[in-house]
Antibody, heavy 123, light 106 residues
Framework: EAQLVESGGGLVQPGRSLRISCAGSGFAFGDYAINWVRQAPGKGLEWLGFIRTQPYGATTDYAASVKGRFTIFRDDSKSIAYLQMNSLKSEDTANYFC??????????????WGQGTLVTVSS | DIQMTQSPSAMSASVGDRVTITCRASQGVTTYLAWFQQKPGKVPKRLIYAASRLQSGVPSRFSGSGSGTEFTLTISSLQPEDFATYYCLQHGNHPFTFGPGTKVDI
């Protein structure tokens, strides 16, 4: 069974950095792009960014709200994708989810999500 | 960037009601449109993909339609477990964007 598990969330001070992880199992992790999505408390879903697979150069796209501060990268040997978050602000406080995305079959797009990891930015 | 709007933003409904939620994109996204259901404290669950294809395991009372810029999610007969917030997502163009959500309550 395909599974994604986020980890690494926690309390971080404004202006600091944090890296969270998304570990995949039960499927060919390297064959899927990975999205990061967040949800602030009581708010809607916000798509943050996306990393393609190695055949597509592992290139990335980001939402304007985080471009230049957040970076996504992946280590397919470990089946992990990362979200590096820099210069964190209080408005980055949210539950962060990852979701897989097939570039060749729409059936496998956003079909599987992790349970989320909570990031709280506060002094 | 493509902006997504949903209407209504919230609605009250009763068990057995037919519910229709509309999602509009500011530019065409062909059928790269998915619908998600989310209950409080839970992970979003995909209901519909490719605008009209039903996710395996999702009850047939859910259906999706549309292409281009206008899409609908219909629940033919609302059940107690359907009270939740529903989001559309376009993934036809980067950056991908979610709609603001529609909360369906009693």
């Amino acid at each position: 069974e395909a599974q994604l598990v986020e980890s690494g969330g926690g309390l971080v001070q404004p202006g600091r950095s944090l890296r969270i992880s998304c570990a995949g199992s039960g499927f060919a992790f390297g064959d899927y792009a990975i999205n990061w999505v967040r949800q602030a408390p009581g708010k809607g879903l916000e798509w943050l960014g996306f990393i393609r697979t190695q055949p597509y150069g592992a290139t990335t796209d980001y939402a304007a709200s985080v471009k230049g501060r957040f970076t996504i990268f992946r280590d397919d040997s470990k089946s992990i994708a990362y979200l590096q978050m820099n210069s964190l602000k209080s408005e980055d406080t949210a539950n962060y989810f990852c979701s897989r995305y097939s570039l060749s079959d729409i059936l496998f797009t956003f079909d599987n999500w992790g349970q989320g990891t909570l990031v709280t930015v506060s002094s | 960037d493509i902006q997504m709007t949903q209407s209504p933003s919230a609605m009250s409904a009763s068990v057995g009601d037919r519910v229709t939620i509309t999602c509009r994109a500011s530019q065409g996204v062909t059928t790269y449109l998915a619908w998600f259901q989310q209950k409080p404290g839970k992970v979003p669950k995909r209901l519909i993909y490719a605008a009209s294809r039903l996710q395996s395991g999702v009850p047939s009372r859910f259906s999706g339609s549309g292409s281009g810029t206008e899409f609908t999610l219909t629940i033919s007969s609302l059940q107690p477990e359907d009270f939740a917030t529903y989001y559309c997502l376009q993934h036809g163009n980067h950056p991908f964007t979610f709609g603001p959500g529609t909360k369906v309550d009693i």
